[in-house]
C-alpha cells in the first residue's frame, strides 16, 4: 500500500474504501475477542466461511471476525449487518440455520435471540438488548464494526481523521488546550488530569521526550484495555500519535503483558499498517512531524502497571517502582519527561479531537468526564464490558446491565479498583461512579474492575484473597509492603481458619496504616485498602469471626460444619452417592449422617440435596447437634408424610 | 550550586541543591535512622525508617528522607509520634527476620519496640539490599542479587560470577547490619562448588 501525503490523499482513501463497499450488503460479524474465542468463535467464523462457500454466496456477503462487544456472558456474539440482527451463543452447528434463513430468507432465527430473563421477551437488534440499549459506548461501540486486523476498516468508520485534524488544523497548543478542556482524567486508576500531564511533559525541558500507552492491565477480573487493544488497535494508537503531537515526543511505546498476546499480535500489525499508510514513521501524512512506536512485552509483574516500576522495566531494569518525589512527565523514562496513560485514557482522544471538549464534558459528572469502561463480574448475570456515562450509580450498573444477581441470591457487595480498591455494601448501591465518588467511599474507580459479590461470599476472605494477590505481586523492595502484606495476610489467613485472637483487628489496622503511610509506591499504600473498606462497612463480619469463630456467610470451611436436618432428610440417598469422602451413612429408608471426621467439607451434598427437601445444612458458630442414635434412623414411610 | 536553607526540628539547615533530606540532616549533625542508606550507594529507599514528617506550603506528609530532595522553605520534622509508630512497626516487621541483629536492637531500645510481636520466620536478611547494591554499584560486578519477588523475595550470589570475584573481595560483608550474607554466601558457595573440598574441583 502506497503511503498517504496529505490529509486529502486520506480522505481519498477513505471514500474509495467507503464505495468498495455496499452498505446493504450483508455482513456477518463474529466477535474474535479473547472471551469470545475461548467460547468456540474461531471455529463459529470457520463454520461461517465454510457454509457461504458452500452454498455459493462468496461474492454476495462478508464474513468478519471482530473486536469484543463486551458481552462475553453470551458469547460467541454474531452481528448480522445491515439489520443488525444480534445472535448469540451460537455454535457452529447453527450456522448453516443462520446462512439459510437470515442471509438468504432474510428471516429472523427465533432461538439464538436475547430472551430477557424477566419479561421473556426477544430482543432482535443489538441496540434493543438491556444489556446495551443501557450503556453509552462511545469507545467500545466501534469493536464489533471492525476487524481489529483491518486498518481499512478503522479508516471506514472515521479513523486517523482526528489525527489529520491535529496535523493540519491545529497547533499543538490547540491540541493540548483541547484535552485540558474536556478535564479528560486518567483511566489507569489514580484520576489524574490528562491535559496536565501532557502540559508538564511538554513544557519540561530536554529534546527527547517519551510517550508510553500502559497495557499492563492485571487487576484480577479485569479485561477492558485487553479488549480495546485487541479489538480496536488503531484507536490507541491514533490517540498516542495525537499526545506526541501535544507534548513534543517523537518516540513512543505500548507496554503490553505477554499474557496478551492477541493484543500484542493486533497492535503489532496495526503499527506495522500505519507505518505502510505513512501514519507513523516520518512526515507523517506529509507533515513535518515524526513519531514512531515500538511494543515492549511485560514479562508478567503487576507492579510493572505502576507508571515508575513499568518505565524501569522499559528500561531494562528489575520491574521496580522508585521514588516519584519528581513526577514522571517531567523526569521518567530514562530521566526524560514521559508521558504514560492507560490504553483507555489514549482511545478517548481521538473522539475529543474529533468530537470537541464540550461535547465530551456533556457526558458524565462534574470532575469525572466522559464514559468508563468496567468490567463487570463475579456473583451477576450479564458478565462482559459494560462503558457507562460516569455518575451512572453502581444500582443502574449492576441491575439494569448487568442483570442482577444469579439464582435469586442477595447482593451483598461490589468490589471496585482491583487489588487497590475496596468493596461497596448495598447501602452504597445508588452511589454515582466517579473518581472522587468512589475514592471517598472508601473505594477507587481503577483501571475499572468490577466484582459482583453475593451473600455467600465472606467479606473477610475477599480481603484475605486480595492481600495474597498482593504477596505474590508486591515487588518486595520496601518494608512497609513486603512485611506488612506478609503479616496483613498471616493474621486474616488465621481469622478465615478461626484461629483469629482478640486484638488482631486492631494489629492489622496498625499494619495497615504503616503501609499506607510510609510504603514505597501506591501498590504498597493501596495495599490494606481491601482490608480497611471491609472493616468498615462489615465490620461485623471481622467480629464473629474472631469472638465467636463464626462465618456469618457460611463460606470460610474451616468454620463451618456440613449437616443432615433428620427431620427434612428423605433418604434420597444422593448425597450419599456424590460424597467424594465416603463420609456420609446413607442407606434406603435410612436418615443420612454426616460422618465429621471424613467430612473434607467440599459442599457437595449441600449442592446435591434435591431442594425440595433442603435437608443439608450449613452450621457456623454453634455446636453441632448430636447424631440420631442408630436405632432411630429408620423412616417410616406414611406416618412421616403428610 | 545554590545553597538552600530549610529547617529540621525547628533548625534552621543550610544544603546544596539536590541533595537529599537525609544527606543535609547527616551533614547538620541530626541523626535519623536508617538501614539500607550507605554514602557511596544511590539511595533506595527501602527500609523507609527514614521517614520523617515533610511540611511543604502548608501542607505535612510523610517522606522517605534518603530521597526526598531539599527544597526551600521546607519543614522537616524527624520525630512524632506518627513517625514513632511507624519506625516501631517498621523495626518489629524486620524482628521476625534478625532477631539478634545488633543494629535491630540498638533502635528497637529506643523506639520501644517489642522483638518478638510477630511469629518468628528468621530469613536473617532484611533486605536492605546493601549487599546487591554496593557490587553493583562500586563493584560493578553483580555477583550478588535478587531473586523473586513480594514476600519470597531474597538475595542470592550467582555462582559464575561469584565463583570468580567474590574471594578476594567481600567487601560487602562489613555492610550487612544482620550478617545473613555471610549466610547466603556459605550457601551459594555449597551450591556453586558441591564436592567438600576446591582443590579437588574437577578441571573440564
Redesign the interface.
Known sequence: MARINSSAELEEIRKGILSGRDPNKPCISVCAGAGCIASGASEVIDAFKAEIEKQGLMADVNTKGTGCPGFCERGPVVVIYPEEICYLQVKPEDVPEIVSQTIKEKKVVDRLLYVDRTTGEKATHESDIPFYKNQERIIIGSNIKIDPKSIDDYLAIGGYSALAKVLFQMTSEQVLEEVKKSNLRGRGGAGFPTGSKWEGSRNAPGEIKYVIVNADEGDPGAFMDRALLEGNPHSVLEGLIIGACAVGSREGYIYVRQEYPLAVENVTLAIKQAEEYGLLGKNILGSDFDFTVKVHQGAG?F?CGESTALMTALEGR?GEP??K??RSNIKGLWDRPTVLNNVETWSNVPLIINKGADWFAQIGTERSKGTKIFSLVGKINNTGLVEVPMGMTLRDIIYKIGGGIPRGKRFKAVQTGGPSGGCLPEDMLDLEVGFDELKKAGSMMGSGGMIILDEDTCMVDIARYFLEF???????????C??????ML?ILTNITKGKGREGDIELLE??A??AR????CELGRSAPNSFLSTLKYFRDEYEAHVLEKRCPALSCKELITFYIDPDKCQACTICSKKCPSEAIAGGKNRIHVIDQEKCTKCGTCFEVCPPRFGAVRKISGEPVPASIPEEARTIVRGSKEK | MSEIIFQIDGRQVAAREGMTVLEAAQKAGISIPTLCHYEKLEPYGGCRLCTVEAEVRGWTKLVASCLYPVEKDLIVRTRSEKVDRIRKMILELLLAHAPDALELQNLAGEYGAVKDRFEKEPSFCIHCGLCVRYCAEVKKKDAIGFVDRGTRREISFIPEIASKECWNCKECFPLCPTEALQAAFVLAKAFAFPSSSLEHEPTE
Request: aromatic share 4%; glycine share 6%; hydrophobic share 35%.
Open positions: 509483574a507492579v528489575t522508585r521514588p518525589y519528581i498482593l504477596t505474590d505481586e508486591s515487588c518486595g523492595k520496601c518494608v512497609p513486603r512485611e506488612g502484606i506478609r503479616q498471616k496498625e499494619l496504616e504503616v503511610e510510609a510504603a514505597l
